[in-house]
C-alpha cells in the first residue's frame, strides 16, 4: 500500500502561480515498486485527466493543455513529487490528484494510489 499526501492547494488570480507537493509513504516493498508519480486533475462531471507524470527511467509526460506552464519534478531519493503550475488559467481550476503506477504484478496489471486530492481555484 501507499499513502499520498498532497499540499499546496488553494486561490489564485488568473496569470499567477502555485506550487503542490506530494509525498509517499508505506511499506518498502510498495514504495519500492513505484513506476511512476505524477498528477491528474477532475472538475465535475468531466473525467480525471492527466496533468503530468515522470516515469523511471527519465520519461516525463504532460497534458497538452498544461505543456509550457507546469513543470513536474520528483525527487525519488525522497518519494516525492511537486507540480509548479505557472501562468494559470481559470480553467485550470480542478481538484488536482497526486498519483503512484506501481511495476505491473505478476498479472501484467498495474496498481494505482491516489491521494485524496488538493483543491485549485484560479479566478478571472
Known amino acids: 500500500q501507499v499513502q499520498l499526501v498532497e499540499s499546496g492547494g488553494g486561490l489564485v488570480q488568473a496569470g499567477g502561480s502555485l506550487r503542490l507537493s506530494c509525498s509517499a509513504s508505506?511499506?518498502?516493498?510498495?514504495?519500492?515498486?513505484?513506476?511512476?508519480m505524477g498528477w491528474y486533475r477532475q472538475v465535475p462531471g468531466k473525467q480525471r485527466e492527466l496533468v503530468a507524470t515522470?516515469?523511471?527511467?527519465?520519461?516525463?509526460n504532460y497534458g497538452d493543455s498544461v505543456k509550457g506552464r507546469f513543470t513536474i519534478s520528483r525527487e525519488r531519493a525522497k518519494n516525492t513529487v511537486s507540480l509548479q503550475m505557472n501562468s494559470l488559467k481559470p480553467e485550470d481550476t480542478a481538484v488536482y490528484y497526486c498519483n503512484t503506477e506501481q511495476l505491473p504484478g505478476g498479472g501484467g496489471f498495474s496498481q494505482n494510489y491516489w491521494g485524496q486530492g488538493t483543491q485549485v481555484t484560479v479566478s478571472s
Open positions: 515522470d516515469t523511471n527511467g527519465g520519461g516525463i
Open positions: 508505506g511499506d518498502m516493498f510498495s514504495i519500492l515498486s513505484i513506476n511512476a
